[in-house]
């Protein structure tokens, strides 16, 4: 039962960009926010950026200026616009579809950022 599918992930170099999109499941009801959140090896699992069914979208500290997170509503995606790409960003980013039940995860996609 797969509900969210990410994409998009890679290896850039320093400075670079990559557009990640997860698509979710018609299935989902309920959806009031989508979600992402990146884990490195061996650190917790870090908020990056939400962005809530009206349209507020809020950023982590450490990605604020450089990503961008939207939505394509027609299409059931979310997207994270990754810009100014650094070493640090290197992690296995997720997305979540928010309900007021539970957060529906999807299996991650990797991020790998070179120097």
């Known amino acids: 039962q797969v509900q969210l599918v990410e994409s998009g992930g890679g290896l850039v170099q320093a400075g670079g960009s990559l557009r990640l999109s997860c698509t979710t499941s018609?299935?989902?009801?309920?959806?009031?926010?989508m979600v992402w959140y990146r884990q490195a090896p061996g650190k917790q699992r870090e908020f990056v950026a939400v962005?809530?069914?009206?349209?507020?979208?809020n950023y982590g500290d450490s990605v604020k200026g450089r990503f961008t997170i939207s939505r394509d509503n027609a299409k059931n995606t979310a997207y994270l616009q990754m810009n100014t790409l650094k070493p640090e960003d290197t992690a296995v980013y997720s997305c979540a579809a928010r309900t007021q039940v539970t957060l529906y995860w999807g299996q991650g996609t990797q991020v790998t950022v070179s120097s």
């Open positions: 018609r299935s989902i009801a309920g959806i009031d926010a």
């Open positions: 962005i809530t069914r009206g349209g507020a979208t």
